[in-house]
């Protein structure tokens, strides 16, 4: 099933994580119908996206069959999990399906390194197969608990008396809250017409990497010791280690990697999100301890 209008039902692949479930919330509150698709079935999930008003479906998109199914009974679809292992959905969209894909802005950024080179690939692929699909490549993507990113962070904060600051901190990141992310997802698969077909998705204004520690350490009411590693110093010894088979935590290459501004190009079709990234800190560190203490 395709439309060419406003799309009055999508599937949300992915619908069991946390920016699935909120894609799935925000469409739901718009009117639009809802076909949540999930890979591995937990306790209290379908209960939980019936809940939101959505009809809940366990799918794995591996499934050839399933997959065409399920995309034919839809008009539109948003693919949650990462563009490597969603683009094989592409070529079983209908002719003209709109559809959104996750990618990364690093693909712009880090073009050389292997995995980014693997998304650059996918994100061929897809446009490719795939007239109606749209990629969002966002930036840090943080806002919950498990996010992989500030998330962790503070949990380093909390715990560490000093913490390692890669690339000397003068890089700039632009790190979008999820639900943001979330919103964008929805106005793309929403929008009859976008602008483009890849689009950077990124928080309201770009900070330094010493300047986002900074800022989550008060968020977090924490006071590490914030210990810069230059790249030109700490590379030769990282290496060193390297080449004798020592295992470190950070190794020269992400060093590397963390000394590059990762805001979007200038070239790229941007979306910019609302939330302030004070007011996206205080409702993490407000979910971190609620999850802490069980509420």
């Not at 909390?158 to 690339?167: D, F, K, M, Q, V």
């Not at 110093?233 to 088979?245: H, M, N, S, V």
Request: overall charge neutral.
């Amino acid at each position: 099933m395709a439309s060419s209008s406003n799309p009055s039902c999508v599937l949300v692949v992915g619908a069991g994580g946390v920016l699935g479930r909120e894609i799935v919330r925000i469409l739901r509150v718009k009117g639009v119908d809802v076909v949540a698709a999930f890979r591995t079935r937990r306790a209290g999930l379908k209960e939980m996206l019936a809940g939101l008003g959505a009809k809940p479906l366990q799918l794995d998109i591996d499934d050839i069959a399933a997959t065409r199914q399920a995309l034919g009974e839809v008009d539109a679809a948003v693919f949650t999990p990462i563009l490597t292992v969603s683009q094989s959905a592409a070529a079983l969209l209908g002719e003209g399906q709109r559809a959104v894909f996750f990618s990364s802005n690093n693909v712009a950024i880090d073009p050389e390194a292997e995995v980014y080179g693997r998304l650059a690939k996918a994100e061929e692929a897809v446009l490719s197969a795939a007239p109606g699909a749209v990629i969002l490549r966002p930036t840090m993507i943080y806002g919950y608990p498990g996010d992989g990113n500030i998330s962790r962070l503070i949990h380093w904060m909390r715990r560490s008396p000093i913490l390692p600051l890669p690339g000397g901190g003068y890089a700039l990141q632009q790190p979008v809250y999820y639900r943001d992310l979330a919103n964008a997802a929805v106005q793309t698969v929403l929008d009859a017409a976008p602008l483009a077909r890849t689009h950077a998705v990124a928080g309201p204004e770009p900070i330094t990497t010493r300047a986002l520690y900074d800022a989550v350490a008060l968020a977090a009411g924490a006071r590490p010791f914030i210990a810069p590693m230059p790249f030109a110093a700490f590379a030769p010894i990282l290496r060193g280690a390297e080449a004798i088979g020592v295992r470190l935590p950070v190794k020269a290459a992400q060093l590397a990697r963390a000394a590059r501004d990762k805001t979007p190009p200038p070239e790229a079709a941007l979306i910019l999100g609302e939330t302030s990234l004070d007011g996206g800190l205080a409702a993490l560190i407000a979910a971190l301890d609620d999850s802490l203490h069980g509420a």
